[in-house]
């Protein structure tokens, strides 16, 4: 069955380090895309990050960055400098292809909240 | 740019009523999700949309039903609401729905429905 786990329910990092957050997922298709999205406090759900299972380069966006790892299945998300607005959480998310009958629908991991302390 | 707007934000209802979530995208996506979020849960999804006037169940279909009369508009119905059904909704769309496009969804910022 398809699925995304993000094992780490809360983490905590100091402003200006970097965090990883985990995400490891299983799906037999092929094709398939992953995502990642922050939701502060106030609850809206902002697209961050996007990797393509062929894409061969790990996705950057600013000072967020995807750690890839196919063979593993793990699309880690890496934010540098952290600041005090990434308090927030995390979701890594997956959208299948063909194989799920390519209706676009994302499956969500648990999310994993993110404290960054000044 | 309004993106995706839900209808309304906030709502309590008694256990048997019934209601109705407006979702509206004004983007021209042809595609259309209505997921519910819960704690520990991540989001889940209920229904989807491929096109107007075309629904699917998703993941948690029970006690809900859709319709898209309009391809704007994707409506989310609880027929006889239930304390389980407690929870925040969140509406969204997108432009592809390919596993390889990096298109990704955009939200609307969620109806929190407290069920009693």
């Known amino acids: 069955a398809q699925k995304i786990t993000q094992t780490q329910p809360g983490m905590f990092v100091q402003e200006k380090e970097a965090v990883t957050l985990d995400c490891t997922y299983d799906?037999?298709?092929?094709?398939?895309?992953l995502f990642w999205y922050k939701q502060p406090s106030s609850g809206e759900m902002i697209f961050l990050i996007y990797?393509?299972?062929?894409?061969?380069q790990n996705a950057t966006e600013g000072r967020y960055s995807l750690n890839f790892q196919k063979a593993r299945k793990s699309a880690n998300l890496v934010i540098s400098a952290s600041q005090l607005g990434d308090s927030a959480m995390y979701f890594c998310?997956?959208?299948?292809?063909?194989?799920?009958?390519?209706?676009?629908?994302?499956?969500f991991g648990q999310g994993t909240t993110l404290q960054v302390k000044p | 740019n309004a993106g995706v707007t839900q209808t309304p934000k906030f709502r309590v209802l008694k256990t048997g009523q019934s209601m109705t979530l407006l979702c509206a995208q004004d983007?021209?996506?042809?595609?259309m999700y209505w997921y519910r979020q819960d704690p520990g849960m991540g989001l889940r999804l209920i229904h989807y949309?491929?096109?107007?006037?075309?629904?699917a169940k998703g993941e948690v279909p029970d006690g809900y039903n859709v319709s898209r009369l309009k391809k704007q508009n994707f409506l989310l119905g609880l027929e006889s609401a239930a304390p389980s059904q407690t929870s925040v909704y969140f509406c969204?769309?997108?432009?592809?729905?390919?596993?390889?496009?990096?298109?990704?969804?955009?939200f609307g910022d969620g109806t929190r429905l407290s069920i009693l």
């Open positions: 969204a769309s997108s432009p592809d729905r390919t596993a390889h496009s990096n298109q990704p969804q955009h």
């Open positions: 799906t037999s298709d092929p094709s398939y895309g």
């Open positions: 990797q393509g299972s062929y894409d061969q």
């Open positions: 998310a997956m959208r299948e292809g063909a194989e799920a009958g390519n209706t676009g629908k994302l499956i």
């Open positions: 983007m021209n996506h042809e595609y």
């Open positions: 949309s491929v096109g107007e006037g075309t629904t």
